[in-house]
């Protein structure tokens, strides 16, 4: 309850204070529940949101780091949890506030009809992996984990190396429905939004890594104090169904 009044004090005073344009930087992991949220946000505060899409890492002039770094300006920015503490580390970030989100564990994709390998044990999903004809993964958190250390711990690294590629700027789930590769790896809620691909499930949680999506308001922001009111209701209890709803657990506030 308490947290429920800090966030409509917050939402108000920013209201009152006139309506602001505030510019967020976001990517996809988040980005199901965001969409939903946005609008809310919007109604209840009268500022508007403009929204800018890219990974959380990765070389693409796309990547969050590489624009923040580039000196383009952003209010606020949503992004796996430790790619964000990154930014923090180098000044682009404002420590304090950093605000956790939500949590999504790795999960598996197959284009939509086609069989679902079994991967309910470690031995399963070795053999899922090997029986591919091509693998397909993020080059954002969940894809560097997986391939620089998944897939070694398992002993398959070598075997799969020429068959599994590294999707960057593009939603792994677009690549699998449009039968580019026979499976494809990233957090469930990015996969849940589009069409195309059926969910096998998430992977073996003797392997899972479940991200931290978390949200910060930029260091040259223009709009802190609307920014600040954003991720008040990002993390607000109003939040939770459209979080669970992405395929995501709601991050609770202790």
Known sequence: MR?????????LSTAAAGAA?????????FSA??????????????????????PSMGETPQAIPNRLARGE???????VG???????DKGFVVAASRADLAWSPIAMAVKAGAPKPDISTVDAFKRALLNAKSIAYSDSASGVYLSTEAFKRIGV????KDKARKIPAEPVAKVVARGEAEIGFQPVSELRPYPG???VGPIPAELQVVNVFAAGVAAKAKEP???????????????RPAIEESGMAFAEKK
């Open 3 to 11: 947290l429920l009044l800090v966030v409509v004090a917050a939402l």
């Open 21 to 29: 344009e505030i510019k967020v930087f976001i990517s996809g992991g």
């Open 33 to 54: 529940a965001y969409d939903k949220l946005v609008p809310q946000f919007e109604r209840a505060t009268g500022h508007k949101v403009v929204t800018e899409r890219g």
């Open 73 to 79: 300006a952003a209010d606020v920015v949503i992004m």
């Open 82 to 88: 430790y790619a964000l503490g990154g930014l923090i």
């Open 157 to 160: 690294f070598d075997q799969i």
């Open 197 to 199: 691909i059926d969910i």
């Open 225 to 239: 104090e609307a920014g600040k009111a954003l991720i008040a209701y990002l993390v607000s209890p109003a939040a």
